[in-house]
Each structure stands twice: as C-alpha cells, then as structure tokens.
C-alpha cells in the first residue's frame, strides 16, 4: 500500500482505477542518471578551460586509448541526441539540462518542451535544429576532421533508421495526443504531429539524406540563437555558458 500525499490511502486497486496509462497529471517516470555532471556545474569548476581540455585531463592525451574511447563516446552520443533532439524537438536546453557521464557520453534531460513548444512560445530563440555549440565541435577535433565527418555519418545512419521506422513513431505519437493533457498537444493540436511527420523529410532519397543532415549540422553550430539562450539562462538564472 502506497501512502498518497493527502489523506487518502493509495492501493493498487484505486491506482489502475484511475488511469491505464504509465503516465497522467499525477504520475509519471523518472530514470536515476549516476556517474554524471551537468555542463553547468563542470564549467563552474575552478580551472575549467575547455570541454576540450577537460577530456584531455580526465581521459588522457590524444593519442591514449582512454581519450579515443571518450571521444568516440561524445562522438555517437551526440550525434544520436542530435537526431532526436531534431525530430522530437527539445527544446530548453540549456547546460543545466545537458550532462557529461564518466565515460564521455552526453546526456540530455528535462523534456518539458517537446513537438513545438519552446520556453517564450513563438517568441522562442532556440531556432536551430539542435544544440551543437564550437565547445562540441573542438571534442571531434573540429569540423571537416575526420571525427567531424564520422560524427555526420553517424547523424545520417541514426535519421535513416528513424524513417525506416516513421509509421510506427507516427502512430505512437498520434495515440499519445488522444484526450492528452500535454502542454505540446494542448498548445498544438494536430500540428505538433504534422511538424512532427515533416521533419522526417520523407521526401528525399536515402542518398540525399547525408547532405541534409549535414546542412542541419551546419545550420546548428552557426545558430546565434543557441548562444543568446544560453546568455539569457545565465543572466535569469545563473547557469553557466
């Protein structure tokens, strides 16, 4: 028996009775991330220069085996954090919500603006496709390196397998919007499920896709909006740029 936060005592019984869904105005899911700290708390540290330079002193010199496996961590966590921040549209993120684990891995969390909604609505700032700041680039060694090209690949094969799959993701998305009291359907409609289907782009070719995942790299990591962003949450709430 669960004990509730009033009076009333929470069965199992009682519970099922109220919803079937593992997730309603009252309940939800929380995952336990360990061994991680956030960006913000990591460039608050004394001494941060870099996340360059803080790879480099906690896994070892470029050349070690330590450092590649760190890198190549970023690298593929990135690129499928990426993909997914695209299509399913996270927004918020700021590096309070964004974590780097003891193995090199980045980690997104807080989803509370998701399918088309965004802090300051329509006047939102984070325009570009993702985040993906110079910091991030000069981990993969910079663009055009060989890593940079590796982390764009891995972008194009993780976006091929979301299409490959679009039928089932629209159907799980369009079955979450029915009486749904999410802030992204409530404020959106229908047409959070329509971006959603457009930013697959089932258009194009396979063979096209790399160069459009490419295209939204770019158009990421040149994006001014990330950094105004970011100075806003520095300013209203002191987190770190």
């Known amino acids: 028996m669960f004990e509730g936060n009033r009076s009333e005592k929470?069965?199992?019984?009682?519970?099922?009775?109220?919803?079937?869904?593992?997730?309603?105005?009252?309940?939800?899911?929380?995952?336990?991330?360990?061994?991680?700290?956030?960006?913000d708390s990591l460039k608050k540290r004394e001494g941060?220069?870099?996340?360059r330079k803080h790879f480099v002193d906690n896994y070892g010199p470029l050349s070690s085996p330590r450092f590649a496996a760190a890198q190549l961590n970023f690298l593929q966590s990135l690129a499928g954090y990426s993909i997914l921040s695209y299509l399913i549209g996270f927004k918020d993120r700021h590096n309070g919500n964004l974590l780097i684990d003891n193995q090199g891995h980045i980690l997104h969390i807080d989803f509370g603006f998701i399918l088309g909604i965004a802090p300051g609505g329509?006047?939102?700032?984070?325009?570009?496709?993702?985040?993906?700041?110079?910091?991030y680039a000069d981990v993969l060694d910079?663009?055009?390196?060989?890593?940079?090209?590796?982390?764009?690949d891995s972008m194009c094969y993780a976006f091929l397998e979301a299409r490959e799959n679009s039928t089932a993701l629209f159907c799980l998305v369009e079955t979450m919007m029915v009486r749904s009291k999410f802030p992204c359907f409530q404020a959106m409609?229908?047409?959070?499920?329509k971006m959603f289907k457009d930013r697959f782009r089932l258009d194009l070719k396979d063979s096209e896709v790399r160069a459009f995942v490419s295209d939204l790299a770019s158009?990421?990591?040149?994006?001014?909006?990330?950094?105004?962003?970011?100075?806003f949450q520095r300013k209203s709430n002191g987190i770190a740029v």
């Open 10 to 39: 929470i069965t199992y019984e009682n519970l099922n009775s109220r919803s079937n869904t593992g997730t309603s105005s009252s309940t939800g899911l929380i995952e336990t991330i360990t061994n991680a700290t956030s960006l």
């Open 48 to 51: 941060y220069v870099s996340l």
């Open 122 to 135: 329509k006047f939102s700032i984070e325009t570009a496709p993702f985040k993906l700041t110079q910091e």
């Open 142 to 152: 910079g663009v055009g390196s060989p890593m940079w090209e590796q982390f764009v």
């Open 189 to 193: 409609g229908r047409t959070a499920l």
């Open 219 to 231: 158009r990421s990591l040149r994006s001014r909006g990330t950094y105004i962003y970011d100075l």
